[in-house]
């Protein structure tokens, strides 16, 4: 059984920076990904990590301003957020695909993922 335990988020003033952190027991993911989902807004990719690779995927609104990492050793994976806004507000989920492999064009795709995490709010005043 795989489980994703996260923790990280809270309050920041825009501009400020955040880490979320995402542990992962059970089996080892082929990929993590990172989903938030706005007040009524639907759940939307934000980054996502090849677990073996290292390779990253950032949707556009967060390029060049957050950070996906892992370690393998520890099963874990970090989302780094920079220069944080207000739109940025919204609850975030990590999620891992453990089964099969995950082609780069669905990396987005909230359905390829099998296990999430809780899910933790992260709130950016202005």
């Known amino acids: 059984q795989v489980q994703l335990v996260q923790s990280g988020g809270g309050l920041v003033q825009a501009g400020g920076s955040l880490t979320l952190a995402c542990a992962v027991s059970g089996r080892s993911p082929n990929a993590m990904g990172w989903f938030r989902r706005a007040p009524v807004k639907e759940r939307e990719f934000v980054a996502a990590?090849?677990?073996?690779?290292?390779?990253?995927y950032y949707a556009d609104s967060v390029r060049g301003r957050f950070t996906i990492t892992r370690d393998i050793a520890k099963n874990t994976a970090n989302l780094q957020m920079n220069s944080l806004k207000p739109e940025d507000t919204a609850v975030y989920y990590c999620a891992v695909h453990s089964y099969g492999r995950l082609w780069n064009e669905d990396v987005w795709s909230d359905v390829k993922y099998d296990y999430w995490g809780q899910g933790t709010q992260v709130t950016v005043s202005s």
């Open positions: 990590i090849y677990w073996n690779s290292g390779s990253t």
